[in-house]
Structures are given as structure tokens and as C-alpha cells.
Nanobody, 123 residues
Framework: QVHLVESGGGLVQAGDSLRLSCVDS????????MGWFRQAPGKEREFIAAINWNGESTYYPDSIQGQGRFTISRDNAKNTLYLQMNSLKPEDTAVYYC??????????????WGQGTQVTVSS
């Protein structure tokens, strides 16, 4: 079973950095690929980044890859997923969710979700 809890969001200024964390209190964390998604008010959920089960492979959509501001990583020993976000912009304002699932590595939403953490970037 997977139980995900995100943290690390907050109110920051444009240009600042944040590191989001997603901890799994279950026992299956290392089995699944993991990913980050976000949803801004009035917009559809957006895929941000994914990482395979052992952390050796990552995948970003073109819209994120080209900017080079976000980095996904994981520590299976700590059952924790991370998202390092640098040079934040107001358009990064959203609720950020982590998700677990076998197809998440391809950007497909997983079967398990956290409750989300709010990131607000002021200009």
C-alpha cells in the first residue's frame, strides 16, 4: 500500500527556490515510478516530472525540460521523492501533487496521490 504526503510548499518571491518532498508511509515506495503534477486555479492538471523506481531514469515534458529549472529525485531508503524548483516564476503558482504508479514514468497519472502542497510565487 502507498500513502503519500507532500510538504515543502509555501509563499515565495519570483526567483526563489523551493524543494518539495513527498513521503510514503507505506511499504511499496521503491516498487513504483513516481511523478510530480501540478494544478493551477482554473487550469487542467499538468505533468511536471517523473522518475523510475530506482532513480536512474527521469522524464520531463518539453515545457519543463527546456527551462531546466526543475529536478526530480528520490531516496528509496527514506521513502521520499523530491522536486527541486529553482528560479521560480509567478506562473509556477499551483498545488503540487506527487503520484505513484507503474506508468507515471511516461507522464501518465498514477494510482496513488498525495493531498497536495500549495506553491505561491509572488512577482
Amino acid at each position: 500500500q502507498v500513502h503519500l504526503v507532500e510538504s515543502g510548499g509555501g509563499l515565495v518571491q519570483a526567483g526563489d527556490s523551493l524543494r518539495l518532498s513527498c513521503v510514503d508511509s507505506g511499504r511499496a515506495f521503491s516498487v513504483y515510478a513516481m511523478g510530480w503534477f501540478r494544478q493551477a486555479p482554473g487550469k487542467e492538471r499538468e505533468f511536471i516530472a517523473a522518475i523510475n523506481w530506482n532513480g536512474e531514469s527521469t522524464y520531463y515534458p518539453d515545457s519543463i525540460q527546456g527551462q531546466g529549472r526543475f529536478t526530480i529525485s528520490r531516496d528509496n531508503a527514506k521513502n521520499t521523492l523530491y522536486l527541486q524548483m529553482n528560479s521560480l516564476k509567478p506562473e509556477d503558482t499551483a498545488v503540487y501533487y506527487c503520484s505513484a504508479g507503474f506508468k507515471v514514468i511516461a507522464g501518465i497519472p498514477g494510482d496513488y496521490w498525495g493531498q497536495g502542497t500549495q506553491v505561491t510565487v509572488s512577482s
